[in-house]
């Protein structure tokens, strides 16, 4: 889980859970439902065009909302291998990391990341490359113990030793 790359899918400020993952999606738990409805308020090709590895960038408040942990499921099911952005919801960032979501703040990112754009981020460093652009960022990289939480696929997991 050392980087993710990945073409770049834009997005604004206040990006909530309910575009994220609408409510009437949320009589299922089930991740592969959840990823076929990802993003649809918002993006209704995303989940036609979005491939393994890639990744979403967005402003400030990246899930706001409620606190269902069904949008970084949904996000992570989808193919999605990172989400980077100015700010996320506090609520949204723990759900992340509790389901091994990758996400990153990085507003000097955020901004000069665009849609489309081949991006690569490296966990350790907390390095961010656009790829495209040839320029890079500096993130907040993640500490070794949430490494190995997302490594283990979430909180769950890591702490059943799997």
């Not at 993952?21 to 993003?39: G, K």
């Amino acid at each position: 889980m050392k980087k993710a790359t990945g073409r770049v899918f834009r997005y604004g400020d206040n990006v909530d859970t309910d575009v994220i993952i609408p409510a009437r999606y949320l009589n299922s738990s089930d991740p592969a439902e959840l990823a076929a409805h990802c993003m649809e308020d918002i993006d209704r090709d995303f989940i036609k065009k979005v491939r393994p590895g890639d990744i979403i960038v967005a402003d400030k408040n990246f899930g706001c909302g409620s606190s269902r942990e069904h949008a970084p499921i949904a996000i992570k099911a989808a193919g999605v291998s990172c989400v980077i952005a100015e700010t996320f919801a506090r609520i949204f960032y723990r759900n992340a990391i509790n389901i091994g979501m990758p996400i990153i703040e990085c507003p000097e990112a955020a901004k000069g990341i665009e849609e489309g754009d081949e991006v690569e981020v490296d966990f350790d460093t907390g390095v961010i490359t656009n790829k495209t652009k040839g320029t890079q960022f500096q993130g907040q990289a993640f500490p070794p113990f949430m490494q190995k939480i997302i490594a283990a696929g979430g909180l769950v997991n890591y702490i059943n030793g799997k």
